[in-house]
């Protein structure tokens, strides 16, 4: 970063501008950049020739590229990182932007995992990008839990906390399991929870089931220790991470390329194997951060951007994190106090309803 700032210190005021209405050239547009395009917009009257000359002297220098054999220029990595550290403006975010994102919280009724999700499909609508949203860990108590069967091989276990908070999760049940047995560990599960939180009920269930062998039988034992472990592995840290809009992510593309890298952004969003990267991206500093193409460990595979920033709780103790993925060309400017705005937003709605 700092390598960034100090060549961009060291340029000129004709390279500094040509560089920038590149930049800006291609994020509004997603097109090549041409020298007789800037001649156009440029502050000081040059010919398409001068500044084809200080284009190539970007190029040498890392900051452009030309994807074609045409004399157009896109940035590269390297220079949208520049362009973002040094040259980037941030305004205030919209009047009409502000007042969706602020209807879109305004849902009293919604439980928590309800009012993420429908300020997340604000989010991804307002931006064009794919939202995600951590939410916070329900550290909530147990009310009621109870197991629904879907099929031989899927069983539903809703879980309801004091909160009002209702998680509903899949999993694969040992086989043989009947409605009775199901109704029988339910009872059991909820004679050990009531009032305790998932991280308790964890630590004495082991315990619990050992003491009290003789009350349930071994099919409903079986379904209770498979329900434990679901809840001891990461199927409980996945359902925290909401992400709506990735059908903008292909609207926004034509290249086959760019459509295949957001494929394999679709399958580590599907999977969200790196959820705790996720929110370390956000913990280790307060605000917004950009991360570009392959900076960005989750999805440097599909050479997004993402931007990102945590909320926290009335304790200011970082709970979750808000952000927006989308293509390297991303609107920066815009997206940057956008992401502010909800996330802050968020973390003020939970701490008002006690969540985190």
Same mark, same amino acid.
């Given at each position: 970063?700092?390598?960034?700032?100090?060549?961009?210190?060291?340029?000129?005021?004709?390279?500094?501008?040509?560089?920038?209405?590149?930049?800006?050239?291609?994020?509004?547009?997603?097109?090549?950049?041409?020298?007789?395009?800037?001649?156009?917009?440029?502050?000081?009257?040059?010919?398409?020739?001068?500044?084809?000359?200080?284009? +190539?002297? /970007?190029?040498?220098?890392?900051?452009?590229?030309?994807?074609?054999?045409?004399?157009?220029?896109?940035?590269? +990595?390297?220079?949208?990182?520049?362009?973002?550290?040094? /040259?980037?403006?941030?305004?205030?975010?919209?009047?009409?932007?502000?007042?969706?994102?602020?209807?879109?919280?305004?849902?009293?009724? +919604?439980?928590?995992?309800?009012?993420?999700?429908?300020?997340?499909?604000?989010?991804?609508?307002?931006?064009?990008?794919?939202?995600?949203?951590?939410?916070?860990?329900?550290?909530?108590?147990?009310?009621?839990?109870?197991?629904?069967?879907?099929?031989?091989?899927?069983?539903?276990?809703?879980?309801?906390?004091?909160?009002?908070?209702?998680?509903n999760r899949l999993f694969t049940p040992p086989p043989g399991q009947t409605p009775s047995s199901?109704?029988?560990?339910?009872?059991?599960?909820?004679?050990?929870?009531?009032?305790?939180?998932?991280?308790?009920?964890?630590?004495?269930?082991? +315990?619990?089931?050992?003491?009290?062998?003789?009350?349930?039988?071994?099919?409903?034992?079986?379904?209770?220790?498979?329900?434990?472990?679901?809840?001891?592995?990461?199927?409980?840290?996945?359902?925290?991470?909401?992400?709506?809009?990735?059908?903008?992510?292909?609207?926004?593309?034509?290249?086959?390329?760019?459509?295949?890298?957001?494929?394999?952004?679709?399958?580590?969003?599907?999977?969200?194997?790196?959820?705790?990267?996720?929110?370390?991206?956000?913990?280790?500093?307060?605000?917004?951060?950009?991360?570009?193409?392959?900076?960005?460990? /989750?999805?440097?595979?599909?050479?997004?951007?993402?931007?990102?920033?945590?909320?926290?709780?009335?304790?200011?103790?970082?709970?979750?994190?808000?952000?927006?993925?989308?293509?390297?060309?991303?609107?920066?400017?815009?997206?940057?106090?956008?992401?502010?705005?909800?996330?802050?937003?968020?973390?003020? /709605?939970?701490?008002?309803r006690g969540s985190g």
């Amino acid at each position: 970063m700092n390598d960034g700032k100090k060549l961009l210190s060291e340029m000129n005021d004709r390279s500094r501008e040509v560089f920038r209405r590149v930049v800006e050239g291609y994020i509004a547009s997603g097109d090549p950049v041409g020298s007789r395009t800037l001649t156009r917009s440029m502050t000081e009257r040059l010919s398409a020739a001068t500044i084809r000359n200080v284009m +190539q002297d /970007l190029e040498f220098l890392g900051l452009l590229d030309s994807p074609h054999v045409s004399a157009g220029r896109i940035p590269t +990595q390297m220079g949208l990182r520049m362009f973002v550290d040094g /040259l980037l403006e941030v305004g205030d975010v919209g009047v009409e932007d502000r007042k969706l994102i602020d209807t879109a919280s305004s849902g009293t009724d +919604q439980d928590i995992a309800g009012l993420l999700d429908t300020i997340g499909g604000t989010l991804s609508g307002i931006t064009r990008g794919a939202s995600v949203v951590l939410a916070p860990k329900v550290e909530a108590a147990i009310r009621h839990i109870e197991f629904v069967s879907l099929s031989a091989e899927r069983v539903l276990v809703v879980l309801v906390f004091a909160n009002g908070h209702v998680e509903n999760r899949l999993f694969t049940p040992p086989p043989g399991q009947t409605p009775s047995s199901m109704r029988e560990a339910a009872n059991f599960l909820n004679s050990l929870a009531t009032g305790k939180t998932l991280s308790e009920l964890r630590r004495t269930m082991g +315990q619990d089931i050992a003491r009290r062998r003789q009350e349930i039988d071994s099919l409903a034992r079986e379904l209770v220790e498979s329900g434990i472990v679901l809840w001891e592995n990461s199927g409980e840290q996945s359902e925290r991470l909401i992400v709506r809009g990735r059908a903008n992510l292909i609207e926004n593309s034509s290249e086959s390329e760019d459509i295949d890298r957001i494929r394999v952004l679709f399958d580590d969003l599907e999977r969200k194997r790196d959820i705790a990267d996720f929110l370390e991206l956000a913990e280790t500093g307060e605000g917004v951060r950009i991360f570009i193409g392959s900076e960005n460990k /989750l999805f440097s595979l599909s050479g997004s951007s993402l931007v990102v920033s945590p909320y926290m709780n009335a304790d200011r103790k970082i709970i979750g994190a808000v952000g927006v993925i989308g293509p390297t060309r991303l609107n920066y400017g815009r997206i940057v106090p956008i992401v502010d705005y909800t996330a802050q937003l968020v973390g003020r /709605l939970l701490s008002e309803r006690g969540s985190g």
